[in-house]
């Protein structure tokens, strides 16, 4: 069980009032209902959450979340505590302080005949971006990074006309030797 | 009987050797065996079909099952007795409907953080999903409202998840937790060996305060003039009162507690100013506004206490200390926010202050001490000056009555409205445990079967349950509970006519349109009889005492309804979403013939 140790915290103006994405990473236990119970807290409690992913991790048993939110510095605390206390949440760490490395996938169906696919290729070359089916009249792009690069290669193919996108969610992991969450504590 | 003591036997037998020996059982033993193992002895609750299994492996066990009318009152017998008692209360009920009747019991032990088990039966697990007869996902619906659940689909789950459930009602805040046992899991065999040791008291327990906090706790309080402590259920569920007591003796700190904090600190100590909040006396509210510095403690800052957010306490530094760090700069943000246990907490900080020598004394608050007992000799005097006169039975009039024939000793049980309120501005506590009522949720019909719960836990001492006739009706037929099982209870049905709590917001608020409030009852004293219980009627102010001895003489239960002035209202009244200085007081002419007319033409509405 994992226990927030006794501290003493003043509250200071300034950054507690901004809202800004806030990053969490928890470890959760890798059993039937336990996303319901974390998606039941964040809508009973009304957090603004801007994505949501979770799956396995090298550990057996276990899986990893990556929630990233909206909201002000007190509210992050009380995320925090909340999810804390959910019996089948590990281990939380928010890590929007941290240095650390955050990256989501898309898959993008972009309306492109013969004619433009040269264009839209060297466009995707600048976003490190991949084709990976090519259809007479549309292809399929993959793209993987931060969310902000995701949210710019939308941006210059949208005039193309896109069919479909989807998005997997931020994943995040903190950079350095010892990661913030490399170590669930029991 | 026979197996019971069988039973018993081989339980000693088996505490005797160790490592313990594993035998093979059906799931159903499963339970009976870690109830066993948790010392439960008393349970409640109703069967139903995927719960059979279990019921049929009761009469093996040494556990004493109190059958119910409905289920929630199941629930609330259990918040009852685990609010009597400290331990934790269990309760039995089979799927669907069964379960589903729960539910508002489950929120209120949830709300009040209360610790409770419910098992209740599931459907077989291949039918899972299939909308199956009275299947529910009761896990699903009371995510929100329990502390944790389970769902047990295999017989070697059901004793881990009902021994983790117990350990999860018991530690940190407390809460229900609920345990679902698909039948087939009740049936299925599996090895159960007792465990070795026994079960740890508290796995949540956050770390003590270090001693960086407890001085700056300790720095605050000495640069204060006017200190105040707000009191609240968490210094009754950490067994914290003689700690508070301490801390406040050598201190000088005056105290105003919640509603659920009440008892904390005897009521006739003189630094004890009641409940504070919405229906709190004007110099506790007064005191809370004035103060220089907020110490609270084992509190959540619920609405009911606050009021309008952003003036409350405006004046004060604020400390919080509170075992559950969600509640922490939750409703108010405060300079000093400390995840503790408030009986740990409180050990320290008296620890530190004895160290201090003389850095600490009460006598440092005089002036404090004075202005407070200025603004309550004022405030009271205001109250006697509004005393209605007309010589009406009143609801406060059986409530002091009852604290005086009572000796302010009894387990004072309530339901919810305006009784609730009067019992808690009159019936003054000496004790932790001895008032129960029901806070966060304000659940009518939570009084008798919470008396009844509480009863079975202390079978010592008197059980009073005070419920409104509204309240009362909604769980009436657990007198018949309380026949069966031979409770020595008494109940003060404080018969107004009406929804009262509800009509006084509508006589407030909405301009006298009494709108579904004036509630039609049965006759209290027949329906009461009918059940077998001792039944008295009391319709004048010197009949109260006579008919409460009365009811106290006789050993099994009792009722006694009062008939009492209809519109009466709770004063002082802070309007909902208004600063805690601005109550409305009793008028002082309001209660004259005027009124009294207007009462008699609405009692035939009775
Ligand atoms: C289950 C439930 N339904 C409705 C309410 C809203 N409510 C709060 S107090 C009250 C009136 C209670 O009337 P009664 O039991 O007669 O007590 P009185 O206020 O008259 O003392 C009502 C309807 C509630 N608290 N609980
Ligand atoms: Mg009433």
Redesign the pocket.
């Known amino acids: 069980m994992t226990q927030q140790t006794a501290r003493i915290e003043f509250n200071g103006a300034g950054e507690a009032a901004e809202t800004r994405h806030r990053t969490f990473v928890a470890t959760l236990e890798d059993s039937p209902g336990v996303l319901n119970r974390v998606s039941s807290l964040v809508r009973r409690r009304k957090f603004n959450i801007v994505s949501l992913s979770v799956g396995r991790t090298h550990i057996h048993g276990e899986s990893r979340m990556t929630l990233v939110v909206d909201c002000d510095a007190d509210t992050a605390r009380q995320l925090e505590a909340h999810l804390r206390k959910l019996i089948c949440v590990l281990d939380v760490q928010d890590i929007s302080h941290e240095p650390c490395l955050l990256r989501d996938l898309a898959l993008v169906r972009l309306r492109v005949g013969a004619r433009e696919r040269m264009e839209v290729f060297q466009l995707l070359e600048v976003f490190q971006a991949r084709v990976i089916d090519v259809q007479p009249t549309s292809m399929i792009i993959e793209v993987t990074g931060d969310p902000t690069r995701i949210e710019g290669l939308a941006e210059v193919l949208r005039p193309y006309g896109i069919e479909e996108m989807v998005q997997c969610g931020a994943v995040a992991i903190t950079t350095g030797t010892s990661g913030a969450a490399a170590t669930p504590i029991r | 009987m026979q197996a019971k003591s069988e039973a018993k036997q081989q339980r000693s037998a088996a505490g005797d050797s160790q490592p313990k020996a594993t035998s093979e059982r059906a799931g159903a033993r499963v339970v009976w065996e870690v109830l066993c193992e948790e010392a439960v002895d008393v349970i409640f609750g109703y069967p139903g079909g995927a719960i059979m299994p279990t019921y049929d492996a009761l009469p093996e066990y040494p556990i004493h099952h109190v059958l119910v009318r409905h289920e929630q009152s199941a629930a609330h017998m259990a918040d009852g007795y685990a609010r009597a008692t400290g331990k934790v209360g269990v309760v039995l009920a089979t799927s669907g409907p069964g379960a589903t009747n729960l539910v ?1 019991g489950i929120t209120n032990a949830m709300l009040d953080s209360v610790g409770i088990v419910c098992i209740t039966g599931q459907v077989a697990s291949n039918l899972l999903g299939s909308d199956a007869f009275q299947e529910t996902d009761l896990s699903g619906v009371t995510l929100p409202v329990t502390k944790y659940n389970f769902l047990a689909t295999r017989a070697e789950e059901v004793a881990p998840m009902l021994r983790k459930a117990f350990q999860l009602a018991r530690s940190g805040r407390r809460g229900p937790v609920l345990v679902e046992i698909t039948k087939d899991a009740q049936m299925g065999i599996t090895d159960y060996a007792a465990p070795d040791m026994s079960p740890v008291v508290d796995t949540q327990l956050p770390p003590p305060p270090s001693a960086e906090a407890t001085d700056a706790i300790l720095e605050m309080l000495e640069e204060a003039e006017r200190p105040l402590i707000l009191a609240g259920h968490g210094i009754i569920a950490a067994e914290a009162s003689v700690s508070l007591r301490e801390f406040v003796d050598k201190t000088g700190v005056p105290v105003a507690s919640t509603l659920l904090g009440l008892g904390g600190l005897p009521a006739s100590h003189p630094r004890a100013l009641g409940m504070l909040g919405m229906h709190g006396e004007a110099w506790t509210n007064q005191a809370v506004q004035h103060a220089d510095l907020i110490l609270a403690f084992g509190m959540r800052f619920d609405d009911r206490v606050t009021g309008k957010l952003s003036t409350f306490a405006r004046r004060a530094r604020k400390v919080h200390v509170d075992i559950d760090a969600a509640e922490l700069n939750k409703n108010v943000k405060v300079e000093l926010p400390l995840q503790a246990d408030i009986g740990v907490a409180l050990e320290q900080l008296n620890a530190r202050i004895a160290a201090s020598k003389g850095r600490f004394t009460p006598w440092r608050l005089n002036a404090w001490h004075e202005e407070i007992e200025a603004n309550r000799r004022a405030a009271q005097d205001h109250s006697t000056a509004s005393e209605p006169t007309d010589g009406q039975l009143r ?1 406060r009039d059986v409530l002091r009555a009852l604290w005086e024939v009572t000796a302010g000793d009894a387990t004072l049980v309530t ?6 309120m009067w019992a808690a501005q009159c019936y003054r506590l000496e004790q932790p445990r001895k008032l129960i009522t029901s806070g966060g949720l ?4 939570f009084g008798l079967p919470a008396g009844i719960g509480a009863r079975m836990g202390r079978p010592k001492g008197e059980v009073w349950i005070v ?6 009706q ?1 769980t009436a037929p657990e007198m018949t509970t309380a026949v069966q099982e031979g409770l020595d209870i008494n109940i003060a049905v ?1 018969n ?1 006519g ?7 917001w509508q006589e407030m608020f909405f301009e006298k349109r009494y709108i579904s ?1 004036p ?1 039609s009852a049965p006759d209290f004293v027949l329906l009461a009889q009918a059940h077998g219980l001792k039944a008295f009627r009391v319709t004048s102010r010197d009949e109260i005492k006579p008919a409460m001895e009365a009811a106290r003489a006789e050993p099994g239960p009792t009722l006694v309804e009062f008939r009492v002035e209809q519109e009466d209202a709770v004063y002082p009244m802070v309007p909902p979403g208004k600063s805690i200085e601005e109550m409305i007081r009793r008028p002082k002419d309001a209660e004259g013939g005027d009124d009294s007319e207007r009462s008699s033409q609405n009692r035939g509405e009775r």
């Open positions: 508002t609801a339901d919810v409205g305006q009784h609730q304000g659940t009518m019909g419920a409104g006739d509204g309240g009362f909604m404080i107004n009406y929804l009262g709590m509800v009509r006084q409030t509630i």
